[in-house]
């Protein structure tokens, strides 16, 4: 996920949720899962690495 949003020029925040207790609430609360990656994109919700969603989004 990482590389392809640097190689698109996709700025990002990236939240280590195993560690960050406050982050891994805000993911679930988000995407009612626990799960990697999450990402918002302008208030979107897409859990795991779905590149078409993620390029539709982005565009």
Request: charged share 35%; proline share 2%.
């Amino acid at each position: 996920m990482k590389e392809f949003l640097s190689k698109k020029g996709v700025a990002y925040e990236e939240f280590d949720v195993a560690d960050d207790e406050k982050a891994r609430q805000e993911m679930m609360d988000q995407s009612g899962r626990m799960a990697v990656p999450t990402l918002v994109i302008d208030g979107k919700v897409i859990v795991g690495f779905d590149q078409e969603k993620i390029d539709k989004l982005l565009n």
